[in-house]
């Protein structure tokens, strides 16, 4: 199966990849996404998961129903999913990488400047 | 809407074995259901009573909201797909038009697709097919038949890895375009599970796992890390397996796990990771005395 992992459920992980693409903005607001008769074929799965999936996305206004022609994302649907992930972001990333850091003797001081020169060699901005 | 077949507290035995032990389910129309167990779980027998080929010693079984026995009205609607079916010796495209006869959906254009498709020769005689090209063009007819309800019996054998993964690509696709009811009984669980939409698993004749199958997740749960810690997190829990290997232990407990429980493993470093269908059937005897004593 193309991409898909076992640790989460197949509906979440169907919505995580169209919000990835929203975020990265491979898919533009106001872009017809993949139908859920697509999705089956594509990952081989069952069109009800599928379906799920989308459904996920619409119950969170990422992803509008026009009848007749399809699913789409929604205006404001790329904000809205990283201002959600923004949120999400101390507790999924910040969090564990704090807790590695003090296992292994790195203080507070020393994580944030190896923050700083990661960042900096990738080319990001500190400042 | 009328389950496609309900099938209230049946018994089969044989003698004094019995094959099906109190078996109820239903299976929604339009869904794709994966009748999952072992060699010897009942899932033959199930199927064999459901099509009318065999009478159950107790219970009630409805197809269409009929009974299926000798009831041709039920009967014409669907079509089983047997393990190692046995054909009489006609030549492949013969077997195929007998077949065309049968199902009054059936589909002649999608046949020879996929006839072209398991590249079977069409004037060989069916006693010289091999083993896996018998097993094709059971599953020509079983998909070109196009019935309401569709029943495969581990409808693959001698056919290799790739021609099964033609087989779930050819019905998933039908399956989109002609939504109809299907159930797929396997052994081979996990390249099926990404098809299901329900999942019956069989144990000994019995139902012991009957969700749809995004439910499935989190049924059972493999926490792993340091062995002190795993015995603290699985202390006054059911554990299904457990495994160690010097300072290190994995065990399988019941789920899904509540957020504080989760929380909890976190906190102990341990890492969880959900069972996956097959890994599930494993531990089927397991699920059993769960939900006895629940």
């Known amino acids: 199966m193309p991409g898909l992992d076992e640790g989460t459920p197949l509906f979440v992980q169907i919505a995580e990849q169209l919000a990835d693409d929203i975020v990265d903005g491979q898919l533009a607001e106001g872009t017809r996404v993949p139908s859920t008769n697509e999705l089956a074929a594509f990952y081989r799965i069952n069109p009800a998961t599928a379906a799920k999936g989308i459904n996920m996305l619409v119950d ?3 992803l509008e129903k026009r009848r007749g022609i399809g699913m789409f994302v929604a205006l404001g649907a790329r904000e809205q999913l990283l201002a959600t992930r923004r949120k999400l972001f101390a507790e999924q990333y910040v969090d564990p990488m704090v807790a590695e850091a003090s296992r292994l ?3 507070s001081d020393a994580l944030v400047s190896l923050i700083r020169e990661t960042s900096l060699s990738n080319g990001g901005k500190t400042r | 809407m009328t389950p496609t077949i309900s099938v209230g507290e049946l018994t089969r035995r ?6 099906l032990d109190n078996v109820s389910l239903t299976v929604e129309p339009g869904t794709v259901t994966g009748l999952l167990g072992r060699n010897g779980a009942g899932k033959t027998t199930l199927l064999r009573i459901i099509t009318g080929l065999e009478f159950p010693t107790d219970g009630v079984v409805k197809v269409f909201g009929a009974a299926p026995a000798e009831n041709d009205a039920v009967l014409r609607r669907m079509v089983f797909v047997r ?8 030549r492949v495209g013969h077997a195929i038009r007998v077949a065309s006869w049968f199902y009054p959906n059936w589909n002649a254009e999608l046949a020879q697709q996929l006839l072209a498709d398991f590249e079977l020769p069409l004037d060989r005689r ?3 097919l091999s083993r896996g090209m018998r097993s094709a063009v059971g599953i020509v007819i079983g998909l070109a038949a196009r019935a309401e309800l569709t029943l495969f019996d581990e409808p693959y054998a001698g056919l290799d890895a790739v021609a099964r993964q033609l087989f779930y690509d050819r019905l998933l696709a039908d399956f989109v375009e002609h939504p109809r009811t299907i159930v797929l009984s396997t052994h081979l669980i996990d390249e099926v599970a990404d098809l299901l939409e329900h999942v ?3 144990d000994h004749g019995r139902v012991v796992l009957d969700p749809p199958a995004d439910e499935i997740h989190g049924t059972g749960m493999t926490v792993s890390g340091p062995a002190i810690a795993v015995e603290e997190f699985v202390a006054g829990r059911p554990v299904w397996h457990r495994q160690r290997i010097a300072s290190r232990a994995s065990a399988v407990v019941p789920g899904p796990l509540d957020a504080a429980a989760q929380a909890r493993a976190r906190a102990l470093r341990l890492s969880l990771e959900p069972l996956s269908l097959q890994q599930l059937l494993v531990h089927a005897s397991g699920i059993a005395e769960e939900k006895v004593s629940a």
Do not use: N, T
């Not at chain 2, 393990?83 to 006609?90: A, C, G, K, L, M």
């Open chain 1, 60 to 62: 969170d206004g990422v």
């Open chain 2, 200 to 202: 019956v698993m069989l």
């Open chain 2, 83 to 90: 393990e190692e079916q046995s054909y009489p010796d006609f």
């Open chain 2, 14 to 19: 044989y003698r004094d074995q019995a094959a």
């Open chain 2, 126 to 128: 069916m006693r010289r």
């Open chain 1, 105 to 107: 003797g790195i203080d």
